[in-house]
């Protein structure tokens, strides 16, 4: 079946240390998007990508669309307290609601 | 504008018994999909619906479960007979038109079964 290989699986930094994980498939998709969970609550969207190649940015994130339409990836700039959670990956299709999610990467940052 | 809401927060259970999660949709959302987290995982895809219709079901055991959107009213995950294993974070998310689209998380339902 589909799955989305999402790396690193965690994350231990530096407040203002930039932060980059990503997210690769065997499939090509036509959608991704990046979830961020805080603990005891439910995923909220960061970012949607349409497009391969794609570069959208959110204020210290962007993401990209990779060109071969199987991987995106986010970054974060000058990571701050508040960016601790787990953060998803994950492509859509339109023929089914089956969407798969990366498996997630914990990101703790040390004030 | 209210986001997904999801009641109850907290359901506790023992073995045997029959739990039931509910799901509001945000406003103008007529797709609804719900998934299931464990502890340290990801998010697993159950199933997916639009009013009356349940469109993929493929990710949701064969027994003692079943969802329902109807016509009037939230969406219901309905876990019969509930065993150990079904402890987990149950959420339900919406999206305006097809599944392609960014979909709207609730919060979730913590079941705990005893």
């Known amino acids: 079946g589909q799955q989305l290989n999402q790396s690193p699986q965690s994350m231990f930094i530096q407040e203002g240390e930039d932060v980059s994980m990503n997210c690769t498939s065997s499939s090509i998709f036509n959608t991704w998007l990046w979830y961020k969970q805080d603990p005891g609550e439910g995923p909220v969207l960061l970012i949607a990508?349409?497009?391969?190649?794609e570069l959208t940015s959110n204020g210290r994130l962007t993401a990209q669309f990779g060109i071969t339409r199987k991987d995106s990836f986010l970054n974060i700039s000058a990571s701050i307290p508040s960016d601790v959670g787990i953060y998803f990956c994950?492509?859509?299709?339109?023929?089914?609601?089956?969407?798969?999610f990366g498996q997630g990467t914990t990101l703790q940052v040390k004030p | 504008n209210a986001g997904v809401m999801q009641n109850p927060r907290h359901l506790v259970r023992r073995r045997g018994q029959e739990a039931r999660l509910r799901c509001s949709p945000m406003?103008?959302?007529?797709?609804v999909y719900w998934y299931r987290q464990l502890p340290e995982e990801g998010l697993k895809f159950m199933v997916y619906l639009q009013k009356e219709n349940i469109i993929d079901e493929s990710g949701m055991p064969k027994e003692r479960f079943s969802a329902e959107f109807p016509k009037e009213g939230p969406s219901i995950l309905r876990i019969q007979q509930v065993v150990r294993g079904d402890s987990a974070a149950y959420f339900c998310?919406?999206?305006?038109?097809?599944?392609?689209?960014?979909?709207?998380f609730g919060d979730g339902t913590r079941l705990s079964i005893l």
């Open positions: 994950r492509h859509g299709s339109s023929n089914t609601g089956k969407l798969i």
């Open positions: 998310a919406s999206s305006p038109t097809d599944s392609n689209q960014p979909q709207h």
């Open positions: 406003k103008g959302h007529s797709h």
């Open positions: 990508l349409y497009k391969a190649g």
